[in-house]
């Protein structure tokens, strides 16, 4: 069973910074896409960033809402991941979710492709 476990949420101002990391639990399975998803209060849960491995080609996706904002990276042999978030703002006041999966997935912004979730963390952003 895999299990991904996020830290680095928390409470910060306007225009400040976090950053968010999440690994996964196994050492039988290698993770080849890994990202971050959000869901706001009333809101749907909605795509955030993404990071993809295929041999030596790295892939990444964002959403409109965080790019140039966000930056995800990882290391899929440690099967993590993390997203640097700057110049933050109250609407990205959310609680952030791991997602992982060990497929090759074509298309990352789909939540219902992920196998693999984490609990989640809470990030305020106080205006």
């Known amino acids: 069973q895999v299990q991904l476990v996020e830290s680095g949420g928390g409470l910060v101002q306007a225009g400040g910074s976090l950053r968010l990391s999440c690994e996964a639990s196994?050492?039988?399975?290698?993770?080849?896409?890994m990202g971050w998803f959000r869901q706001a209060p009333g809101k749907e849960r909605e795509f955030v960033a993404a990071?993809?491995?295929?041999?030596?080609?790295?892939?990444?996706d964002y959403s409109d809402a965080v790019k140039g904002r966000f930056t995800v990276s990882g290391d899929s042999a440690k099967n993590t991941v993390s997203l640097q978030m700057v110049s933050l703002s109250p609407e990205d006041t959310a609680v952030y979710y791991c997602?992982?999966?060990?497929?090759?997935?074509?298309?990352?912004?789909?939540?219902?492709?992920?196998?693999?979730w984490g609990q989640g963390t809470q990030v305020t952003v106080s205006s």
């Open positions: 196994t050492s039988t399975f290698t993770m080849t896409t």
């Open positions: 997602a992982a999966d060990r497929g090759f997935l074509p298309y990352m912004r789909p939540a219902r492709l992920y196998d693999h």
């Open positions: 990071i993809r491995w295929n041999q030596e080609n790295i892939a990444t």
